[in-house]
């Protein structure tokens, strides 16, 4: 099992990486919503329990690694965070 996993959120939904869903799956997921989102690297594996505060984990080391955001169904901008 890997020791790290990526969570991504929108207003409507959230998702993880998992045994069976890659980064990619992921992704082409939450792109499939076409609802702004953020991406974050979780340094725990995908079944860890963890608090989730404004659609935050709230793990030490977890990093915010890109923010996609949609406007009329397109993705407009997708930026690393500052």
Not at 52 to 78: L, W
Request: net charge positive; aromatic share 14%; charged share 20%.
């Amino acid at each position: 099992m890997s020791k790290h996993h990526f969570y991504a959120s929108s207003v409507a939904t959230w998702m993880t990486t998992n045994e069976t869903r890659t980064l990619r799956d992921l992704i082409k997921a939450m792109d499939a919503e076409k609802l702004s989102y953020s991406l974050w690297f979780v340094p725990l594996p995908w079944n860890s329990d963890y608090q989730i505060r404004s659609f935050a984990p709230q793990v030490p080391g977890a990093i915010e690694v890109e923010f996609t955001h949609f406007s009329k169904g397109k993705i407009i901008k997708t930026t690393e965070p500052a």
